[in-house]
């Protein structure tokens, strides 16, 4: 089973708003992260845990809260958005804790559009 | 510098036409690993292949075929009779300890029209 779940799959917020997005993985993945793509681009790498820990923030804004609550589960605060927050919101997982050589497995996404 | 390019930027075919993704990435690094990805337009990025730098080998699945050349640091994706289902961004991605064990560099993406 390669199937990473993310809720929700839509959401609107407005920038006074708090919302969370969340990821689950069942594969026994040590290693979670956290993407964002703009239409019509590649992913970004926002944060990556490794065995539950922080390994890498691509010095995302505050107002991103990356929280990863056991080895199945990852977690992402959202507060106080901007409008150029919109995007596309990907979950992934894989294999190696050191992140190499190893694929990340997608969630479906959440599409997230601050109003 | 580590850098993967996907020249073409939209490819549309009529089905049952072959089509081929072209891949090419820049490292130093000696070990390294590169992937392919398909993202249809429910957004869900899917993974294709993983190759690592020491397998030089072809790899086929069912209509896919990926022809992995160090020589010219190319890493192609070719599909056989495409199908519409085929449709969808296509994204090449490389992996180097050098660069980042977490980071993949990843390609601007082919998005492929198939035709019915």
């Known amino acids: 089973d390669t199937e990473v779940t993310q809720t929700p799959k839509h959401l609107v917020m407005g920038m006074t708003n708090k919302k969370s997005l969340k990821c689950e993985q069942h594969m026994g993945h040590r290693a979670m992260y956290w993407y964002k793509q703009k239409a019509k681009k590649p992913p970004e790498l926002m944060f990556v845990?490794?065995?539950?820990?922080?390994?890498i923030n691509e010095s995302v804004p505050s107002r991103f809260s990356p929280e990863c609550p056991n080895s199945s589960l990852l977690n992402l605060h959202l507060h106080a958005l901007q409008p150029e927050d919109s995007a596309l919101y990907l979950c992934?997982?894989?294999?190696?804790?050191?992140?190499?050589?190893?694929?990340?497995?997608f969630g479906p996404g959440t599409r997230l559009t601050v109003t | 510098a580590q850098k993967v390019t996907q020249a073409q930027t939209e490819i549309s075919v009529v089905e049952k036409e072959d089509v081929t993704l072209d891949c090419v990435y820049e490292?130093?690094?000696?070990?390294?690993?590169l992937f392919w990805y398909k993202q249809p337009p429910s957004g869900e990025l899917v993974f294709l292949i993983r190759?690592?730098?020491?397998d030089e080998q072809n790899e086929i699945s069912g209509r896919y075929s990926w022809n992995f050349q160090k020589s010219t640091s190319s890493f192609n994706f070719t599909i056989t009779a495409s199908q519409v289902v085929d449709s969808a961004v296509y994204f090449c991605a490389l992996n180097s300890a050098m660069y980042s064990n977490y980071q993949l560099i990843w390609g601007a993406g082919t998005k492929l029209i198939i035709k019915p």
């Open positions: 490292t130093r690094d000696t070990t390294y690993y």
């Open positions: 190759r690592n730098s020491f």
């Open positions: 845990y490794s065995y539950e820990k922080l390994s």
């Open positions: 992934a997982s894989s294999h190696s804790s050191t992140g190499f050589s190893y694929e990340q497995y």
